[in-house]
């Protein structure tokens, strides 16, 4: 077993077999795992946790913790993904490769109450991901918006002017387009792709990537953010590391942490923010500080973006399934879940307004949800 397995509470009535909404598939594959909790097991004051690992627990893994229902149930939602973490000296992981792989399930004691087998049939995400959006921008004014798509087709919204896309076969070649970035003034963007390169379009200068510099990430590169003056730009890896170009200078990383990490968010004053997809551990810098989630935070989804206060001491984070958790001083304006609605595609973006009273979720369709004071807006001409 990996010694570092979630717990949860469990008894006789506990699940010996988890249900799963698909058994096999490649990274990106959406997945539901449900079971029973089993008695002593409460509502509101437990969670239970799970291992996506390699059989024996050998090698790196990632987790997930929800909470248990008023019935005794739980449910979870998680995308394969498409690197493990790892608690090495480095932090680092390993990319999913096919095989076979376990979800394993943890009581109190942090013994095994079930487990289920999931077949990885190949380590690329499949082709359908390719015209799946990944990334929301606004601009500054909050009137409009940039959406860009993994095969890297960027489409405008409001005022949001249009400086080009990149070419459907460059983006497939790094592995698809995972964030975007738009400069100082909005008039150019940044794309980022899956293998560290970095493509400027409008006025965007041409600070560099890991493609350039011949630097392997650890693990795919999962966001992108330009600094303050948008004289430079940070991006992250699944991993966890930071990669610095132009005047962005890398101050930490969070390399003791169990990867997965899904997001890096500027902070207006200076510095960034690092969170994980998988417990929802919100790191902040400068000062190295673990300020929320993290292991044993109850969470039913896979956290997919974050998007910061307009103060850089809170941010947002939205999950799979349209939900929005809050730290600091975000304030929470609503989520897709809250509406009654489950939508039709995994949430896969957030982008906050730019007085902070509202923000957008990107669905992998394209549908836009918006709450607070941000506006849904026609294409632009």
């Known amino acids: 077993m990996a010694s570092a397995g979630l717990s949860a509470c469990g008894g006789p009535s506990a699940s010996k077999k988890l249900t799963l909404s698909t058994s096999s598939g490649p990274p990106g594959t959406v997945v539901t795992v449900s079971g029973k909790a089993g008695s002593g097991c409460s509502a509101g004051t437990n969670w239970f946790g799970f291992d996506f690992e390699r059989p024996g627990g050998k090698g790196p893994l990632t987790q997930m913790t929800t909470p248990v229902q008023t019935n005794g149930s739980w449910s979870v939602t998680f995308v394969v993904p498409s690197y493990l973490g790892g608690t090495g000296k480095a932090g680092l992981g390993a990319p999913t490769t096919p095989g076979r792989y376990e979800l394993v399930a943890k009581a109190c004691k942090s013994h095994v109450v079930a487990t289920a087998t999931f077949q990885v049939t190949s380590g690329q995400l499949p082709a359908s991901t390719a015209r799946q959006y990944v990334g929301i921008v606004s601009t500054s004014d909050g009137q409009g918006y940039w959406l860009v798509r993994a095969d890297g087709a960027v489409s405008t919204f409001g005022d949001a002017h249009s400086y080009g896309s990149l070419p459907a076969g460059e983006a497939a070649a790094g592995g698809g387009v995972v964030g975007m970035a738009r400069t100082y003034d909005g008039k150019g963007y940044w794309l980022a792709t899956a293998d560290g390169a970095v493509y400027s379009f409008g006025d965007a200068p041409k600070y560099g990537s890991l493609l350039i510099k011949h630097i392997k990430p650890a693990g795919p590169v999962v966001g992108i953010t330009p600094t303050p003056n948008g004289r430079g730009y940070w991006l992250l890896s699944a991993g966890g590391h930071v990669y610095g170009f132009g005047n962005a200078r890398v101050i930490g990383m969070p390399t003791s942490h169990l990867a997965p990490f899904d997001a890096i968010v500027a902070r207006p004053a200076g510095g960034y923010i690092v969170t994980?997809?998988?417990?929802?551990?919100?790191?902040?810098?400068?000062?190295?500080?673990?300020?929320?989630?993290?292991?044993?935070?109850?969470?039913?989804?896979?956290?997919?973006?974050?998007?910061?206060?307009?103060?850089?001491?809170?941010?947002?984070?939205?999950?799979?399934?349209?939900?929005?958790?809050?730290?600091?001083?975000?304030?929470?304006?609503?989520?897709?879940?809250?509406?009654?609605?489950?939508?039709?595609?995994?949430?896969?973006?957030?982008?906050?307004?730019?007085?902070?009273?509202?923000?957008?979720?990107?669905?992998?369709?394209?549908?836009?949800?918006?709450?607070?004071?941000?506006?849904?807006?026609?294409?632009?001409?």
């Not at 935070?297 to 809050?326: I, K, R, Y």
């Open 276 to 381: 994980a997809g998988d417990d929802g551990a919100v790191f902040l810098y400068p000062g190295n500080e673990f300020v929320s989630g993290g292991p044993g935070t109850a969470q039913a989804t896979t956290l997919v973006g974050t998007a910061v206060t307009p103060s850089g001491n809170g941010a947002w984070q939205a999950g799979m399934d349209g939900g929005v958790s809050t730290w600091g001083d975000a304030g929470f304006y609503g989520s897709v879940p809250g509406q009654g609605e489950s939508p039709p595609a995994p949430v896969t973006a957030i982008a906050a307004t730019p007085d902070g009273r509202g923000y957008w979720l990107l669905g992998a369709k394209g549908h836009i949800y918006s709450f607070g004071d941000a506006k849904v807006f026609p294409a632009s001409p």
